[in-house]
């Protein structure tokens, strides 16, 4: 009866906590039963003063402050959204008698970002970083006794030092950030140990083989120690092992005689019982889950228990109206899952966050696929002090989460800038380190650093589903084109990890979302199916990240509201999000294409030697406004000899300087250009082309591409067909006309025909 009541704790929900806020154990994953929850009313102060510590012995505070909740959220009671360096906090603590000869640890969930203690006045100790757990142990407490905790946060976001994530680094939010926090963000608890204690535990299991390895470290003396593991699967005691500790580490493979592997489908959790023994008599007992999952790279494919399971990933910013970074209740969290898996998406990009425990947990219980990241934004990498505090988060982030079988890969940074590579790099080998089982992307998005990735991905927000697909129907075959285009050879598993963000901004709401937010609803339905029918497709891709679950306050790209209300039909949505993948039924060859000779037609701007030649005009051709018989401006004989000449590319856009040959600003440019070719038969046709905005290209006035949109790097376009109908031995003519709306524009292309020849 005990046996079953223990394995129940572990997932049981709180019936009766009064009115402390997220009342719930914060780690289901390391669980003891004698702990103590801290939240809730808390003695509040702030200042910007770095050198004023009279808090420390001051009898009257000026204000109160609900803890787990951060002074700038509506729930913490304060709603303060103004600059403050320093946020400090006091209770009384109570030790319960019943922990009388036990050590006493506080925990921290996260306090963001330098926290400082101190209990009776004494130094606890201070931790650099705001999104991973802090413990440090209260030592002579008396259990019966009454001690004051005094903790301290400072916050600068303002000051490059800081990791911030979506937190934004001017008064109020703008673009992509969002409302701040400062100080405690997470659950703060006390909890009563052995004098020896389980500290951490990792757990990897093999589901074909039916076997778990429990890696556990112990602090405080190890002689005449034993750990005993105990897994149940349901009520069944379904494996066991008891192994000495004679080491910080001990090391226990455990063969299970229940073997049920975990998946999206069928998320099935063991738990267990981690119980230090010293002569029979327990010194300290862990509860926790873990589920049997395995993750391989080959090739191109990522496989999930040996299968291609297709990831249907959302991205997920974790924030709240009333709670900012910290979710109101438990329910909230579960809610949020359900909600996304109620839009047709099986996991999500937990983004610019390390999410807490509590939301892994229902991950794991509710079988949901997730990509854990750590908040990248706000540091500038170029100060040397910056790296430490990165690294070390890094380490316990990774640390606390790893046994969570939901999570099925690491993203330490997203969309950062050159500088940033030496640092990341470090982080990834280190993550690899610490967690051989998943695969680790360098960075999401932009610079990418790292020479050898387990895993490649890229974003890109252009809005027109055909010009999505248009930008990755090529790798497949990158490896086959020429370096200098930047077409990434991607000889390994491949996802979009950011796209979509296509706005719908609620009637009376100031926002934005990406492109021009869509004029009606049957246009974003179709918007929305054109775009995932796009990255569904491409059968070289394992998975989408569609941006994003919810608004976020000014950014409106959600599907659902930031209150979590439906947007939506969520039948239309999920009819989209979850259509077949060509991944899943024809995944890619675990070998890499062959690579294929070029010839090269048409040169653009990156190409060896001289660009091609081009006459332009910035004006519409007198033919295309008057009914005049001559021939229109894309055809092979129409005089454009009164055009300006130029070499390409054109453009005025941003970062692209060293591309630009000829300048362009205004709204449209039309060009053209005469190549020779002696064969009208080839193998294989391509337009390597930048484009920004909507292009058309044609030879001889036969339209080979029509494109809305953009794109931001250069991308192959297959032509092959219609360039066989179009092409003539000898003279041909290409013709281009690009269209600008907002933003950077840009246009260069190369036309090129494999080396490959048909014979005719």
């Not at 070390?392 to 950062?416: K, L």
């Not at 959600?558 to 239309?572: C, E, L, Q």
Request: with cysteine; charged share 25%; net charge negative.
């Amino acid at each position: 009866m005990h046996t079953c009541l223990w394995m129940a704790m572990v997932f049981a929900m709180p019936v009766d906590e009064g009115a402390i806020p997220r009342p719930e154990h914060p780690r289901p994953d390391l669980q003891r039963e004698a702990w103590l929850n801290l939240n809730g009313p808390w003695d509040f102060a702030e200042t910007d003063d770095s050198a004023d510590e009279s808090f420390l012995t001051r009898e009257e505070w000026p204000d109160k402050i609900i803890v787990p909740f951060c002074r700038e959220s509506k729930l913490s009671g304060l709603q303060r959204k103004g600059f403050v360096k320093h946020v400090w906090y006091r209770r009384t603590l109570a030790i319960p008698k019943e922990w009388t000869g036990k050590r006493v640890l506080l925990h921290i969930g996260a306090c963001d970002w330098r926290t400082t203690a101190w209990l009776d006045g004494v130094l606890l100790g201070e931790h650099t970083g705001g999104n991973v757990p802090i413990t440090w142990e209260l030592k002579d407490v008396q259990p019966g006794a009454t001690h004051t905790l005094v903790i301290r946060a400072f916050d600068d976001t303002r000051s490059g030092l800081q990791q911030l994530g979506k937190q934004s680094d001017r008064e109020d939010s703008y673009g992509i950030f969002y409302t701040r926090t400062t100080g405690i963000w997470q659950t703060v608890w006390l909890e009563a140990v052995g004098t020896s204690f389980i500290r951490d535990f990792s757990v990897a299991g093999d589901p074909a083989a039916g076997v778990v390895t429990c890696t556990t470290n112990v602090d405080g003396p190890l002689t005449g120690l034993d750990l005993r593991i105990d897994v149940f699967a349901g009520t069944e005691k379904v494996g066991s092992s008891t192994r000495a500790v004679r080491s910080l580490a001990t090391v226990q493979p455990i063969e299970l005689t229940t073997k049920h592997a975990w998946s999206p489908d069928d998320p099935f959790l063991y738990t267990a019982k981690l119980s230090l023994l010293a002569k029979d008599s327990v010194r300290d007992e862990v509860a926790t889950y873990f589920g049997l999952r395995s993750i391989d790279i080959r090739g191109r494919q990522f496989l999930i228990n040996g299968k291609p399971v297709y990831q249907r990933l959302v991205l997920d910013q974790g924030f709240y109206p009333d709670g900012v970074w910290t979710a109101p209740t438990d329910d909230a969290l579960r809610r949020d899952i359900e909600l996304s898996k109620a839009a047709g998406f099986n996991g999500a990009r937990l983004h610019q966050k390390i999410f807490e425990p509590r939301f892994h947990y229902w991950a794991d219980k509710l079988g949901y696929l997730t990509w854990g990241e750590t908040p990248s934004f706000g540091a500038n990498y170029e100060k040397a002090e910056v790296a430490l505090p990165v690294v070390h988060e890094a380490v316990e982030f990774i640390r606390r989460d790893r046994n969570h079988p939901s999570i099925i890969g690491w993203c330490p940074f997203n969309e950062t800038p050159p500088q940033a590579g030496p640092l990341q790099n470090v982080v990834y080998e280190m993550v690899k380190t610490l967690d051989p089982t998943r695969p680790v992307i360098e960075t999401s998005g932009w610079v990418k650093s790292h020479p050898d990735p387990d895993v490649d991905c890229r974003h890109d927000y252009t809005q027109d589903g055909a010009a999505l697909g248009a930008n990755w129907a090529s790798i497949g075959d990158a490896a086959q084109y020429p370096p200098q285009y930047g077409i990434a050879d991607i000889d390994r598993p491949f996802f979009l990890s950011e796209f979509g963000g296509i706005g719908w901004i609620p009637e009376g709401k100031q926002g934005w979302g990406y492109g021009q937010s869509p004029k009606t609803l049957d246009e974003w339905y179709a918007r929305y199916d054109g775009q995932l029918k796009a990255v569904t497709e491409n059968r070289f891709m394992f998975g989408y990240c569609y941006t994003q679950l919810t608004d976020v306050e000014q950014e409106c790209n959600g599907i659902y509201y930031y209150d979590r209300s439906p947007k939506f039909d969520m039948a239309r949505v999920r009819s989209s999000s979850a259509r077949p993948a060509a991944y899943e039924s024809s995944p890619p060859r675990f070998e890499a294409p062959a690579r294929v000779q070029w010839r090269t037609l048409v040169r653009a701007a990156v190409d060896p030697g001289e660009p091609t030649d081009w006459r332009y005009t910035t004006e519409t051709p007198k033919t295309e406004a008057s009914s005049s018989t001559a021939p229109d401006w894309s055809q092979a004989d129409f005089d454009d000899s009164a055009w300006t000449a130029g070499r390409g590319g054109f453009g005025s856009k941003a970062g692209w300087e060293s591309r630009i040959r000829t300048a362009w600003a205004t709204p449209d440019i039309r060009l053209r250009a005469v190549f020779d070719f002696d064969r009208p038969t080839f193998g294989r046709a391509v337009v390597m082309m930048h484009y920004d905005n909507a292009t058309e290209v044609f030879v001889n006035g036969v339209e080979l591409l029509g494109l809305t949109g953009w794109n931001d790097t250069y991308a192959a376009f297959d032509v092959t067909e219609k360039l066989r109908a179009a092409l003539r031995s000898g003279r041909n003519v290409i013709a281009v006309h690009t269209h600008q709306d907002t933003g950077g524009q840009f246009i260069d292309l190369a036309l090129l025909t494999s080396g490959a020849l048909l014979e005719p």
